[in-house]
T-cell receptor, first 114, second 110 residues
Framework: DAGVIQSPRHEVTEMGQEVTLRCKPISGHDYLFWYRQTMMRGLELLIYFNNNVPIDDSGMPEDRFSAKMPNASFSTLKIQPSEPRDSAVYFC????????????FGSGTRLTVV | GQNIDQPTEMTATEGAIVQINCTYQTSGFNGLFWYQQHAGEAPTFLSYNVLDGLEEKGRFSSFLSRSKGYSYLLLKELQMKDSASYLCAVRDWDTDKLIFGTGTRLQVFP
């Protein structure tokens, strides 16, 4: 099993540009979570999906952020337009519906907005 | 909502024992997790407690008291590779969301 796969690993972009982060969850996992990590605020849950359906997006900071999961094997997190304060590491995680051990994280995308 | 508190930093000596505490307040509790995160890497699962008591797994143990909203992670026979951040996280009963504390950065010295 390749685990949760995120791309790109690093992204540097200019303020105002659109940024798209990608995630492939573990096959068979029903839940997918997007987190953002900064030194000041730690790991914050942005949005999560169950069976490709967005369940809770209350953590999405602004309308500039959007997330989609068109199928069970792919999700995107988009920021448009990006701002310097969006600089952070963005993690995707997935889990199975049953059992407590399935929160597996991807390697993250380090986003820098200049 | 949920509020999770843990110390920001701790230091310890190789071979020693260290205890990292976590207190939480939650409207609906469905388990407490500990994750380890090395610098520049993803969090990795260490332990899970849903009932009161101690769970032991090799050099690592985790304790939970639901009535006190308290957990600790105990690391024995510390090794240099244990230098990392340790994240306490609570799962919400209603939503299944995993909410993290800000983490405790542990430095192990020779």
């Amino acid at each position: 099993d390749a685990g949760v796969i995120q791309s790109p690993r690093h992204e540097v972009t200019e303020m105002g540009q659109e940024v798209t982060l990608r995630c492939k969850p573990i096959s068979g996992h029903d839940y997918l979570f997007w987190y953002r990590q900064t030194m000041m605020r730690g790991l914050e849950l942005l949005i999560y999906f169950n069976n490709n359906v967005p369940i809770d997006d209350s953590g999405m900071p602004e309308d500039r952020f959007s997330a989609k999961m068109p199928n069970a094997s792919f999700s995107t997190l988009k920021i448009q337009p990006s701002e310097p304060r969006d600089s952070a590491v963005y993690f995707c995680a997935s889990k199975q519906a049953s059992g407590p051990y399935g929160y597996t994280f991807g390697s993250g995308t380090r986003l820098t907005v200049v | 909502g949920q509020n999770i508190d843990q110390p920001t930093e701790m230091t310890a000596t190789e071979g020693a024992i260290v205890q990292i505490n976590c207190t939480y307040q939650t409207s609906g509790f469905n388990g407490l997790f500990w994750y380890q995160q090395h610098a520049g890497e993803a969090p990795t699962f260490l332990s899970y407690n849903v009932l009161d008591g101690l769970e032991e797994k090799g050099r690592f143990s985790s304790f939970l008291s639901r009535s006190k909203g308290y957990s600790y992670l105990l690391l024995k026979e510390l090794q240099m590779k244990d230098s990392a951040s340790y994240l306490c996280a609570v799962r919400d009963w209603d939503t299944d969301k995993l909410i993290f504390g800000t983490g405790t950065r542990l430095q192990v010295f020779p």
